[in-house]
């Protein structure tokens, strides 16, 4: 006795369904890593299909098949496009969205002491297909430490810091290297950060941060330089958020440049 397929029957609407899907799904991913190396993670999934106006429903079932099958294979930016091909080949749709949020974490060393720790950073794989073409962004948040330059200038003594996010979203049609970007992040603000810090590393961290002092316009406008002399990079979006620790609000900037 054969089964009903509801999803397939008609509708007599006719209203289009931007997007439709699944969302929230936690599922073990691996990062390809710049030293050749694989890093096991753990991801948050949305995916969705555009559906037709005369179409009643999508396959839920098969956004996990996909998610599934994706076991053993490594997410760069070119397996992020091939599964966006693939999964418009398998719902049997026009156009589809997917985006992966996951934790990378990476080994720093401290500047003085040399003791290693690990850093977690906020890593984002989102992508679109239409037309057979799929476009794919990367976003990473990175914290690092601020400091005011001009709370440097008027004061006798010190000059206030905070810890602040930077927030670089990258369109790329190639595999780059997430590390890479990452200390390009680190090296425009005051100093990075470090899970594990001794006393002769603290000392070095505070007085880099007083050398270099940085406005949030001063951080994206670094940053955009680097970018627009990378011909790897065809769209940006760099953001830089001050966590105020003499203000009970954040000082922003934000820098988008299109292709």
């Known amino acids: 006795m054969a089964i009903i397929d509801v ?25 390809q890593l710049q030293d050749g190396n694989i890093q096991a993670t753990v991801a948050t999934y949305m995916m969705t299909v555009g559906l ?24 760069t930016v070119l397996t992020f496009k091939q599964l966006l091909t693939s999964m418009l080949t398998l719902l049997e749709a026009d156009c589809g969205r997917i985006q992966i949020d996951f934790p990378l974490f990476l080994k720093k060393a ?6 290693e720790s690990l850093m977690d950073y906020h890593v984002s ?5 239409e037309h057979n073409k799929p476009q794919v ?13 001009c709370s440097k200038e008027i004061s ?20 780059i290297a997430l590390e890479e970007f990452i200390v390009l992040l680190e090296k425009q603000a005051s100093c990075d950060l470090f899970g594990i810090l001794k006393r002769s590393d603290e000392k070095y961290v505070t007085e880099r941060a007083y050398e270099h002092p940085k ?22 979006k760099i953001e830089s958020e001050n966590f105020e620790s003499i203000h009970n609000h954040s000082a922003y900037a934000m820098i988008e440049k299109n292709p």
């Open 110 to 115: 401290a500047p003085i002491s040399g003791v």
């Open 52 to 75: 037709p106006s005369d179409v009643k429903g999508t396959h839920m079932s098969r956004f996990m098949e996909l998610i599934h099958n994706q076991q053993g294979k490594a997410y």
């Open 7 to 31: 999803q397939k029957r008609p509708d007599s609407r006719n209203i289009p369904i931007n997007q439709v899907g699944i969302k929230d799904v936690r599922y073990p991913i691996t990062i």
């Open 156 to 175: 006798e003594y010190s000059a206030h810091n905070q810890r602040s996010h930077l927030t670089l979203t990258l369109g790329v049609d190639e595999n």
């Open 215 to 236: 406005f949030v316009e001063d951080v994206v406008r670094d940053i955009a330089l680097l970018l627009d002399a990378d011909p790897r990079v065809r769209y940006y």
């Open 137 to 149: 962004n990367i976003t990473l948040l990175v914290p690092v430490t601020s400091l005011c330059p």
């Open 125 to 129: 794989f989102s992508g679109s297909i």
